[in-house]
């Protein structure tokens, strides 16, 4: 069965410092990867989302990067935080190509970012 | 383009009463639908999904959504109301030929008094 872990569950940064934030996907090979961010508890935002290893798809301009060095490993970056990247981060992860591809995403436990 | 709406920001009800989170989407063609819920602090669980065939689509924890192509809507729904029900609900849909994106709405948060 396939699994995604994310990491670290919990961290807080000071302003200006740098960020990584990693998720790795487990049982399944070249999965769509995909980083959301929610605020507040609310809504999701797409942030970034990758169908193979090197390509990225960016929705919001802002202070954040995504990567993907690895098939099945999905990455977060920031070289200087600011406040308001604060928030609940969520990678998730889908099957890839084909019609028949519902598209339903499986989501990791979250990264929860608290900058100050 | 497609959208999403959950008109309700909260839903009260008394545990072991019937339950609706409302759920009205837009897409162009045919659409993939899908619930998802979130307890404090976790990921997204996926609980359901419309592709094909029959408009009531059963799923994880006694949850059900009926699928209402004149009305585009996706209701979620259960017959009887649990305290551990409480969480946030997500529904999501994603047009048939978009392959990549899924398009959430805002979240209903579902409050299950004992």
């Known amino acids: 069965s396939q699994t995604i872990h994310q990491w670290p569950a919990t961290l807080v940064q000071p302003v200006g410092s740098p960020l990584s934030l990693e998720c790795t996907v487990e049982?399944?090979?070249?999965?769509?990867l995909y980083w959301y961010r929610q605020a507040a508890g609310r809504g999701l935002q797409l942030l970034f989302y990758s169908v193979g290893i090197g390509q990225i798809s960016s929705e919001v301009p802002q202070n954040l990067s995504a990567s993907r060095p690895q098939d099945r490993q999905f990455i977060l970056s920031s070289k200087k935080l600011l406040l308001s990247d604060s928030g609940f981060y969520l990678c998730?992860?889908?099957?890839?190509?084909?019609?028949?591809?519902?598209?339903?995403?499986?989501f990791g436990e979250g990264s929860r970012l608290t900058v100050l | 383009a497609q959208s999403v709406a959950q008109p309700e920001d909260q839903v009260n009800v008394a545990e072991g009463n019937p339950l609706t989170v409302k759920c009205t989407y837009s897409?162009?063609?045919?659409?993939?639908l899908f619930w998802y819920v979130q307890y404090p602090n976790r990921g997204l669980q996926f609980l359901l999904k419309y592709i094909t065939g029959d408009n009531l689509v059963k799923g994880s924890y006694g949850f059900e959504a009926e699928f209402n192509k004149s009305q585009t809507s996706f209701h979620l729904k259960k017959p009887s109301a649990l305290v551990s029900d409480s969480a946030l609900y997500f529904c999501a849909v994603r047009g048939r030929y978009n392959t990549d994106k899924l398009i959430f709405g805002t979240g209903t948060r579902l409050q299950v008094f004992p």
């Open positions: 049982g399944t090979s070249n999965p769509n």
């Open positions: 897409v162009s063609g045919n659409p993939y």
């Open positions: 998730a992860w889908s099957l890839a190509g084909g019609r028949k591809r519902t598209g339903e995403l499986f």
